[in-house]
């Protein structure tokens, strides 16, 4: 069986991971991009496993053929299609052993000759994130874009992404936008900390020593940065932008009134009562109740947010550039041209 190293995988430009493991696996924790075409679905896993505690290797192998013979007519259209669309399709379960293995002699029964295993299978790439991470760190230069929220840091960094230039956007691979109200303007499931790892591993490498991003704390909601990355982020250059109260506001409705509801807001808000006190917080959720949405936001960046986040912001006095805009086109426009002066020298 030809097996391909982690490192020559990665380097591969027309290659597809296929992750045979159990949805609960996959769902946990995978390499970026790849496809999941489990061999044993959870249950049948689960199940397969009691076996081969209880009654031998031998019981539980053909226990587990029994349950991938159903699989095979849509494993062979799937792995065919496959095949024809890249040079590379490799395979991979946890130790890029049984799983794995299975699904591969049945594509060379079928006189397909481009399926490869992953040597040593999701625990080698998950040794290879841990031991590269930090290296890719040494030679990055982080642009960490400041501001108060509501000045629009997360709308900014799309709009840069959309005119080209290197952007890591760290709430959108935590999914969550930070604080108590973090994972209203997100639908998806917040990823594991293995899976957080291996989406800035896969960004980092993908980018280029210049990136752009949003100042962060160690913790996004459910899943934190690594001291490495966040003292990288620190000797980084650092661009603080501000704006009015007005349009400060007018971002965050923009950002969560379509996505959030009113029963939803309201249980954030419980958190906040011991920080602003039950009288502000019985008032915020009477304006709820009568749809004044923007009295909320406002009421919550005064009283709330910034006290929270001003001393962050006072922590880097020596900024390389600072922003006061009218329009959020103006700041991304500052931003691109600065951009421009530091590549072309």
Not at 77 to 91: D, P
Not at 263 to 285: C, N, S, T
Not at 319 to 336: C, F, K, N, P, S
């Amino acid at each position: 069986m030809p097996r391909l190293t982690v490192e020559a995988a990665l380097r591969h430009k027309d290659l597809v991971f296929v992750d045979v493991r159990s949805p609960q696996e996959f769902s946990y924790s995978h390499i970026p991009g790849a496809k999941n075409w489990p061999i044993l679905d959870n249950e049948a896993r689960e199940a397969v496993g009691t076996i081969y505690k209880t009654m031998g290797r031998e019981k539980a192998i053909e226990t587990g053929i029994q349950h991938v013979k159903e699989k095979l007519p849509n494993f062979y259209s799937e792995i065919t299609a496959l095949s024809q669309r890249y040079n590379h399709v490799l395979l991979y379960c946890s130790r890029g052993g049984m799983r794995s293995g299975t699904l591969y002699a049945f594509g060379e029964s079928l006189g397909l000759d481009n399926l490869y295993l992953l040597e040593g299978g999701y625990k080698a790439y998950r040794q290879h994130v841990l031991s590269n991470t930090e290296e890719l760190l040494k030679n990055k230069d982080f642009v960490v874009i400041h501001g108060r929220t509501g000045v629009g840091k997360t709308a900014i960094l799309k709009a840069l992404k959309a005119g080209g230039l290197p952007v890591m956007d760290l709430e959108d691979l935590a999914k969550n936008a930070g604080s108590v109200f973090g994972q209203i303007p997100y639908q998806e499931k917040p990823p594991s900390q293995k899976m957080f790892e291996n989406l800035v591993y896969h960004e980092l490498s993908t980018l280029g020593p210049m990136v752009f991003m949003e100042s962060e704390s160690k913790r996004i909601g459910q899943v934190s940065l690594s001291e490495t990355f966040m003292e990288t982020m620190v000797r980084g250059r650092h661009i603080l932008v501000e704006t009015t109260l007005k349009n400060r506001v007018a971002v965050i409705a923009d950002l969560y009134l379509e996505k959030i509801k009113k029963d939803q807001l309201k249980k954030a808000l419980e958190h906040l009562r011991k920080r602003l006190g039950h009288k502000k917080v019985d008032e915020m959720i009477q304006w709820i109740e009568e749809g004044s949405f923007e009295r909320v936001i406002e009421t919550l960046i005064v009283d709330y947010y910034d006290p929270l986040y001003d001393h962050s912001i006072q922590k880097y006095p020596d900024y390389v550039m600072r922003l006061d805009y009218q329009h959020i086109r103006e700041a991304v426009g500052e931003i691109t041209k600065f951009y421009q002066e530091v590549v072309n020298g």
